[in-house]
């Protein structure tokens, strides 16, 4: 197996840990406060994600926490995917930990559905589309 260590520190370490920080920035809090809806956290669940948005009655603003929830995601697996797919698994479980516990917001995050989606079509886009369909079913009924 080759060395994927630079400096000792194991490239899986480094790809969880940036994905992390990436993970963290909590867009539905970003933009909801730009947009002078005030703390997404006072609203609703008390969420930073998209559902939780939607609760605003701003549906272009839920849009846009959707898809870059689930940027986040794809960008972490995607970049670290360059080292290899363990380094791209690492990777994509760092961003989602980052979504549901992020460091600035006291570990208190979303429920990371959309950054899961997110990290799965950069590593299985066949089961992100199962993924959806499934939860939308669910989300239907």
Not at 2 to 7: I, K, V
Not at 112 to 123: C, D, N, Q, S
């Amino acid at each position: 197996m080759p060395d994927l260590s630079y400096s000792g520190i194991s490239i899986y370490a480094i790809a969880f840990f940036a994905a992390y920080a990436l993970g963290s920035v909590p867009f539905g809090l970003l933009l909801t406060k730009s947009a002078g809806l005030g703390d997404i956290r006072d609203i609703g669940s008390g969420n930073i994600g998209a559902t939780n948005v939607l609760r605003t009655g701003n549906r272009k603003l839920a849009a846009a926490t959707l898809l870059l929830d689930m940027l986040k995601g794809t960008a972490a697996v995607l970049v670290a995917l360059f080292f290899g797919p363990f380094t791209a698994m690492a990777a994509g479980f760092g961003a989602f930990l980052g979504h549901l516990y992020p460091l600035w917001l006291n570990f208190k995050g979303g429920k990371g559905v959309a950054t899961y989606l997110g990290v799965l079509a950069g590593l299985a886009w066949q089961g992100a589309l199962i993924f959806a369909a499934v939860w939308l079913l669910m989300a239907f009924l």
